[in-house]
């Protein structure tokens, strides 16, 4: 793609789901006036014709009632809207065992609580909409392979993929915005740590097939071999309706079940989960992740702000992940996108990203918390936790007060969230 000036006033490194987010929430915050550059490692089309092109197998993503408001923002809500499978309910409830709850859109007058939308689906329409902004260079094949704050702009060393051989480029940037990932290489050569804490347990991923549609609900089920989450999708291209599934277990059981053929595999789940959702029929490419908490020691320094999962990465079972990362983006979008007035529009300076921490860390806090807490809640098997994990089921279900506390909690509509423009949580 077209070459990068050689001064900026952003630097994104990584060009993912967050850093396209985080470049298009800026770009529409300053309507265009800010110089903002986006570095991919891989190698992404000049152009791209946006279709969809449905697979069994496609990974996807769950976003928030929240992350609505701000993708409607972005203006890429609507192109995603067409293959977003709606969450109307959620069911959660544990086998074989008294107590449920149903959390449904209808009693907090949205349409859904949240959408499943496959990532393929969402990467390519943030790339589109990003491809209409004048003002954002991407380069692609292209790596920040080393960074260094300055008194007035960091200085950033990229390395262009694209030829023959490796080409360097140095830029300076008011501000870099790291977003590679939860392994996050420039984490390191800055000498960030970050407290990682392991779970002890594996998750295993995989698109299920299903005799019955699934109508809009999303379940959380408590089993004996560990938590699920199953998803709705949209169906097939053969018409088969599909779910996603993420259930969380001991390594070991999770080893077992990459191995095990497709009847062993469904057959265990299909005894686990029971048959709210039918006769599960099929089960896809599966795969499997150890689960575990990671939080950088630091996410900010003077033109440096670590996003998406290089600052925080949580256990997925909550769903909370992707949606707590771009309530971040649109936060310091807004106060970044803003700062022609103040500090004299150094997008960098330490007052700036001090003052977004500062805003931001309220949600983050209770995000983490709550994705950390409801795990706990899930894991436990024992008997006094499991009375009273089915005791508040219970609670929840008859508490509007309780159940709306929750949604709005899972759904990114709580109280420190930042919901762009249209949103009233602030």
Not at 138 to 143: C, E, G, N, R
Not at 184 to 211: E, F, H, M, P, W
Not at 393 to 401: C, E, F, H
Request: charged share 20%; glycine share 12%.
């Amino acid at each position: 793609m077209t070459s990068a000036p050689h001064d900026c006033d952003v630097l994104i490194a990584g060009g993912g789901m967050v850093g396209v987010s985080f470049a298009l929430a800026l770009d529409t915050v300053a309507r265009g006036t800010l110089k903002i550059v986006m570095a991919e490692g891989f190698a992404i089309p000049e152009q791209q014709t946006l279709t969809y092109r449905p697979s069994f197998d496609a990974r996807a993503t769950a976003l928030a009632h929240g992350s609505r408001l701000i993708l409607e923002q972005l203006g890429v809500w609507n192109v995603l809207a067409q293959h977003a499978s709606a969450i109307t309910t959620i069911h959660v409830s544990e086998r074989d065992r008294f107590g449920s709850a149903e959390l449904r859109a209808e009693e907090r007058g949205w349409p859904a609580l949240g959408y499943v939308v496959e990532n393929a689906w969402l990467g390519n329409a943030l790339m589109a909409e990003l491809r209409t902004r004048t003002a954002v260079t991407v380069l692609s094949p292209a790596t920040v392979t080393h960074c260094a704050p300055g008194a007035d702009a960091a200085t950033v060393t990229l390395t262009h993929n694209g030829g023959s051989q490796p080409v360097q480029q140095t830029v300076q940037a008011r501000l870099v915005a790291i977003a590679d990932g939860a392994d996050s290489g420039l984490r390191k050569q800055l000498g960030i740590g970050s407290d990682t804490r392991g779970y002890g347990r594996d998750a295993v991923i995989a698109n299920i097939g299903c005799s019955e549609p699934h109508a809009g609900v999303a379940y959380e089920r408590f089993t004996d071999w560990g938590p699920m989450a199953l998803l709705p999708l949209a169906d097939s291209e053969d018409g088969q309706p599909r779910m996603a599934l993420v259930w969380t277990m001991t390594p070991e059981r999770a080893n077992r079940l990459l191995d095990a053929t497709d009847g062993v595999f469904l057959n265990t789940l299909q005894q686990r989960f029971g048959s709210r959702q039918g006769s599960f029929t099929r089960v896809g490419q599966r795969f499997r992740y150890p689960l575990q908490l990671i939080r950088a020691e630091e996410q900010a320094r003077r033109q440096i702000v670590l996003i998406g999962n290089a600052a925080h990465s949580l256990h997925p079972v909550a769903g909370q992940g992707f949606n707590l990362a771009l309530r971040d983006v649109q936060r310091l979008a807004d106060i970044v996108g803003n700062a022609g007035t103040l500090h004299e529009g150094n997008v960098g300076a330490p007052q700036l990203l001090a003052h977004y921490l500062e805003r931001q860390n309220l949600d983050q806090w209770k995000t983490t918390l709550f994705s950390d807490r409801l795990t706990a809640l899930f894991e436990n098997g024992g008997a006094v936790v499991g009375g009273l994990r089915r005791l508040g089921l219970l609670a929840l279900d008859l508490n509007p007060s309780l159940k709306n506390a929750f949604v709005d909690q899972t759904s990114g509509y709580h109280g420190g969230a930042a919901l762009g423009y249209g949103g009233k949580p602030a």
